[in-house]
C-alpha cells in the first residue's frame, strides 16, 4: 500500500487520465487504487498541452470522496471548460495532467486591501476572492505569471467579475494550500 506523497500523487494522477480516457472512449491501463481515495478530498485538474493551459476545473472544497473528486474533476477539465473546446482523442496522448490536493480554505482578517495583500504569501497560498455572490480563485501555481500581490489580486477580481480596481465592504478571502503532482515530474 502506498504511504507516500509521492506515492499518492501518482494514483491520483493515474485516476485523472484513466478518467479521461474513459469519457474519450480510449483505452488506458487500470489506475491503482488507495484507501485515501475513500476520504473527502478537494483536488483541482489541470491540463497543459504544448506547455498552455488546456483546461483546469477544481473543487475548492472536500465535499465527497477524493477518488471521485479528481476524476469528476479530470473530466470537467477534459470536456466542460467553457475556455476550451473538449479535448479531442488526438490530443489525449500529448495532454500533460497536473493533479493539485487542497487543504480545507481559512478567511483570513483585514482591515483594508492593503492589509489583505500582506497577509498573502506569494507562490505559496491559493486565494478565493468573494464579493457577495461574485467568486473567483487561482492556485497557487498562478503567482508563477502574476508574482506582484496588486497584480494577483485584480487579476483574481476580474476574473469574479469586478473591475479590477474593486474593493468594497463585503470583501472577503480565503487562503488554501496544496500539494501537487504533474506528469513527468513531482512538485509538493
Given at each position: 500500500m502506498p504511504t507516500t506523497d509521492t506515492e499518492l500523487g501518482q494514483i491520483l494522477l493515474a485516476q485523472a487520465r484513466r478518467a479521461i480516457a474513459?469519457?474519450?472512449?480510449?483505452?488506458?491501463?487500470?489506475?491503482?487504487?488507495?484507501p485515501r481515495l475513500a476520504g473527502r478530498g478537494a483536488t483541482f485538474v489541470t491540463l497543459t498541452l504544448g506547455g498552455e493551459l488546456r483546461g483546469c476545473i477544481g473543487s475548492l472544497n472536500a465535499h465527497r470522496p477524493l477518488g471521485q473528486d479528481v476524476r469528476d474533476n479530470a473530466v470537467a477539465a477534459a470536456l466542460r471548460d467553457p475556455r476550451f473546446p473538449p479535448l479531442t482523442a488526438a490530443e489525449f496522448a500529448e495532454v500533460r495532467v497536473e493533479v493539485s490536493l487542497l487543504t480545507e480554505p481559512d478567511f483570513i482578517e483585514f482591515r483594508d486591501e492593503a492589509d489583505a495583500l500582506a497577509q498573502l504569501e506569494p507562490g505559496r497560498d491559493g486565494v478565493i476572492f468573494f464579493n457577495g455572490c461574485q467568486r473567483a480563485t487561482f492556485l497557487p501555481q498562478v503567482w508563477e505569471q502574476l508574482p506582484e500581490r496588486?497584480?494577483?489580486?485584480?487579476?483574481?477580481?476580474?476574473?469574479?467579475g469586478l473591475p479590477p480596481d474593486f474593493w468594497g465592504p463585503n470583501v472577503m478571502i480565503a487562503r488554501y494550500h496544496v500539494r501537487k503532482w504533474h506528469e513527468g515530474a513531482n512538485q509538493e
Amino acid at each position: 500500500m502506498p504511504t507516500t506523497d509521492t506515492e499518492l500523487g501518482q494514483i491520483l494522477l493515474a485516476q485523472a487520465r484513466r478518467a479521461i480516457a474513459d469519457a474519450l472512449g480510449l483505452p488506458a491501463p487500470d489506475a491503482p487504487d488507495d484507501p485515501r481515495l475513500a476520504g473527502r478530498g478537494a483536488t483541482f485538474v489541470t491540463l497543459t498541452l504544448g506547455g498552455e493551459l488546456r483546461g483546469c476545473i477544481g473543487s475548492l472544497n472536500a465535499h465527497r470522496p477524493l477518488g471521485q473528486d479528481v476524476r469528476d474533476n479530470a473530466v470537467a477539465a477534459a470536456l466542460r471548460d467553457p475556455r476550451f473546446p473538449p479535448l479531442t482523442a488526438a490530443e489525449f496522448a500529448e495532454v500533460r495532467v497536473e493533479v493539485s490536493l487542497l487543504t480545507e480554505p481559512d478567511f483570513i482578517e483585514f482591515r483594508d486591501e492593503a492589509d489583505a495583500l500582506a497577509q498573502l504569501e506569494p507562490g505559496r497560498d491559493g486565494v478565493i476572492f468573494f464579493n457577495g455572490c461574485q467568486r473567483a480563485t487561482f492556485l497557487p501555481q498562478v503567482w508563477e505569471q502574476l508574482p506582484e500581490r496588486r497584480l494577483f489580486m485584480a487579476a483574481l477580481k476580474q476574473k469574479a467579475g469586478l473591475p479590477p480596481d474593486f474593493w468594497g465592504p463585503n470583501v472577503m478571502i480565503a487562503r488554501y494550500h496544496v500539494r501537487k503532482w504533474h506528469e513527468g515530474a513531482n512538485q509538493e
